[in-house]
């Protein structure tokens, strides 16, 4: 499966975007996924997690109550929309699936087998 992840861009604190992450391949449904953020000279961490049903998420307590992922299997898309943005948030997000049969949301960056090549989310102050 190869992953395109979309919608990132520069915006000011306080704003929101909706990020995208187009699986092409087999269909999405069959993967567990989610995002990943790296910021300059740190390592990737875990942003948010979805299970393939898409009826149990998980998400890192610093974006908890302000980013949402949702997937449309349909389409073969999984969302990360993000609002309440802070400057902190700046970062390279990547999309990535993982092909475990488990409903359980995968917070763990070597739980995945793939991964999109990242899309910039830049947060001014």
């Known amino acids: 499966v190869q992953l395109q992840a979309s919608g990132g861009g520069l915006v000011q604190d306080g704003d929101s975007l909706r990020l995208s992450c187009a699986a092409s391949g087999r269909t999405s449904s069959s993967y567990a996924m989610g995002w990943f953020r790296q910021a300059p000279g740190k390592e990737r961490e875990f942003v948010a997690a979805?299970?393939?049903?898409?009826?149990?998420?998980s998400y890192a307590d610093s974006v908890k109550g302000r980013f949402t992922i949702s997937r449309a299997n349909a389409k073969n898309t999984v969302y990360l929309q993000m609002n309440s943005l802070k400057p902190e948030d700046t970062a390279i997000y990547y999309c990535a699936a993982s092909y475990q049969v488990t409903e359980v949301p995968l917070t763990g960056p070597t739980m995945y087998n793939y991964w999109g090549k990242g899309t910039q989310v830049t947060v001014s102050s």
């Open positions: 979805i299970s393939r049903s898409g009826g149990i998420t």
